[in-house]
């Protein structure tokens, strides 16, 4: 038996700032991919357009007895809902890019597990400042104006984007799950529905809610969200519901965040 | 005898079927180790748990004396893995692939460039550097490939069936590669279903077969294992298919495979220079052949003689 006479490599531990810069590397190709094939920004760019003159026009006169009342407090809402499902395509492309061949070369390379999961959020950004200026945008053309102070309406996209940060993680973890890209927006649908509309979002009335209805409203972190956003971006009191989201979105990411990282690592 | 690659009794199973029953893989330093096998061999699980993509649910394996799963991250550092579909991302460019691999093993912006724009020029696709992946034709898409795998400077490099699919120059451009790659001091393991693409690049050949090793050896000491050659006779007349086969009968010393549908007449020959003596004895019962052939057995008549069954029996689906 001769000694081993192989070059030693430097052992095997990656920190969490190799992780992050993993990470960033692959969030740039997301971005990349989203700059070679535009489409796929289509969702978050007409959704705001399309869930703004529905809402409006169908339920302004009813919720608030005229749409520009309504629309006041429907658009913060909306930033909220848009948020949740601008973080739906993320599950979708990571359930697609598992099933290419690519996901192989990542994971045998000497780099974190956590990045192509870091790079996929991170690069995901883009889709929720899409669908954010999009709806800021064409709100403010139908009449919405902040009454607040940049600095809070910043805080309040600030808090927006911490909450969808942590609902990619869910989004991430569906796809891991899932075993189609298609089987992932049927899931998606299934569960930011109840979390969106079951919400303070719509401004609809909780009074003729049965009860358990009324509590899940009461709990639901997209809620405290849309309240927070409120306050934040048309004046009146915040209470606690900045705090609850924030609360929210640490719990969210602390469950799903590891969970996800420990699927994709033994995703055949 | 410094063993690069050193897999002892490696076993899987994927639900009902056992995709690996044991295997033993050795490959030695600056060597190509060809795995040849059919469909459902368990070639592809070999080379992802050598790849610490899978984890053996028995038996363990070494990669430059580092274990696949105790040691997966050093492992990591030193192979690099080419799959059966290219596994290059189709959205991005030829350039930004490879720059995004560079990144990722840690080198900086400028130096990725530099070996991005590099690698691109040693395998020709300098000219379609800026061109999205799925705009490459199949042979490209794996130069690319191969190309993504040296950006980091493997000293192990597995390429998985890496001309399936392709046309006989790309095949004989990755052929060049793997040659290169040798030359350079890298040791490659390569899997293949075709004998003749082992026989072309492997210094060492296992034969795989439901998961196990059937054979090994150099491709000569396999195919003296079978035997020499295939003699292949068809006469233009269908109805003189006997004839030929009692021409090739006589020659050969051995009884003949008639293919009826055919019209075809197969059996192994030793001797290649027993082959005029066919066509005079031919010659001589007047008969007219179509097809005179002498070719090495194929893959199949390979499997035939190691295991006794035909290599199209593939044992579910490897993945």
């Known amino acids: 038996m001769t000694a081993i006479t192989f070059e030693t490599v430097p052992t095997g531990r990656i920190g969490p700032s190799q992780a992050l810069r993993n990470g960033m590397t692959l969030a740039w190709r997301n971005i990349i991919q989203l700059k070679h094939s535009p489409e796929k920004l289509m969702d978050v760019t007409l959704m705001p357009i399309v869930f703004l003159l529905m809402f409006l026009y169908v339920f302004g006169g009813v919720v608030a007895g005229s749409t520009h009342a309504y629309l006041q407090q429907l658009l913060p809402g909306l930033v909220a809902q848009m948020g949740m499902f601008a973080s739906m395509g993320l599950g979708t492309s990571l359930c697609e890019d598992i099933r290419k061949g690519v996901f192989d070369r990542f994971r045998s390379l000497p780099i974190a597990r956590s990045a192509p999961l870091i790079g996929a959020v991170v690069g995901d950004t883009v889709r929720f400042c899409v669908t954010m200026v999009m709806l800021v945008a064409f709100g403010s053309l139908l009449g919405f104006r902040f009454h607040t102070s940049p600095l809070s309406v910043l805080a309040a996209f600030g808090l927006a984007y911490a909450f969808y940060l942590a609902v990619c ?14 089987t992932v927006q049927g899931l998606a649908f299934i569960w930011t529905m109840p979390l969106t509309f079951g919400s303070s979002v719509l401004l609809a009335n909780t009074q003729t809610m049965p009860g358990w209805l009324q509590a899940w409203v009461k709990v639901n972190p997209v809620t405290h969200l849309a309240d927070s956003v409120r306050a934040l971006t048309i004046g009146g009191p915040i209470g606690n519901h900045a705090w609850y989201t924030l ?22 | 005898m410094e063993h690069v690659i050193r897999a002892e009794g490696l076993k899987k199973r994927f639900g009902e079927t056992q995709a690996l029953a044991g295997v033993d893989i050795l490959a030695r330093s600056g060597t190509v180790l060809g795995v040849l096998g059919p469909n459902g061999a368990g070639k592809t699980t070999a080379v992802r ?22 040691d997966a991250a050093q492992v ?16 991005l460019t030829g350039v930004e692939n490879l720059v995004m691999i560079a990144r990722l093993v ?15 020029d040693r395998f020709e696709l300098s000219d379609a550097a800026g061109r999205a992946a799925k705009t490459y034709s199949g042979g490209m898409r794996r130069r690319l490939d191969l190309a993504a795998g040296l950006v980091n400077d493997p000293q192990v490099i597995y390429l998985d069936e890496p001309t399936t699919g392709l046309d006989p120059r790309a095949r004989n451009a990755v052929w060049d590669t793997v040659r290169g790659l040798v030359t350079e001091g890298a040791t490659v393991l390569l899997t293949t279903q075709h004998l003749d ?28 294992k079978i035997g020499g050659q295939t003699l292949a006779v068809r006469a233009m007349d269908r109805a003189r298919t006997p004839e030929v086969a009692e021409v090739v009968a006589r020659v050969t010393g051995r009884r003949p495979e008639v293919h009826e549908d055919t019209g075809l007449v ?28 002498l070719r090495r057995p194929s893959l199949d008549e390979v499997f035939l003689s190691l295991t006794g069954h035909h290599a199209e029996e593939p044992e579910g689906q490897e993945k």
Request: include cysteine; aromatic fraction near 6%.
């Open chain 2, 266 to 293: 197969t059996a192994p020959l030793d001797d290649p220079a027993t082959l005029t003596v066919v066509v005079r004895g031919l010659d001589e019962a007047g008969v007219v052949a179509s097809e005179l052939t």
């Open chain 2, 76 to 91: 990591r550092r030193l192979i690099s893995l080419t799959g059966q579909y290219a596994s290059v991302d189709e959205e």
């Open chain 1, 169 to 182: 993680w869910v989004s991430a973890l569906v796809g891991l799950i899932a075993p189609t890209p298609e």
């Open chain 2, 197 to 224: 693409e082992a026989e072309a690049l492997a210094d060492q050949i296992v034969v795989f077969d439901r998961g196990r090793v059937v054979a090994d050896g150099t491709a000569e000491e396999l195919k003296e």
């Open chain 1, 247 to 268: 609360a929210w979105a640490a719990g969210i990411v602390l469950v799903s965040f590891p969970i996800a990282v420990w699927m994709y690592g033994r995703k055949v």
């Open chain 2, 49 to 70: 748990m050598l790849a610490t993509l899978i984890k053996p649910d028995e038996g363990h394996a070494e990669v430059c004396g580092y274990d696949v799963v105790k």
């Open chain 2, 106 to 120: 840690g080198h900086s912006r400028a130096e990725s460039k530099r070996r991005a724009h590099e690698l691109l």
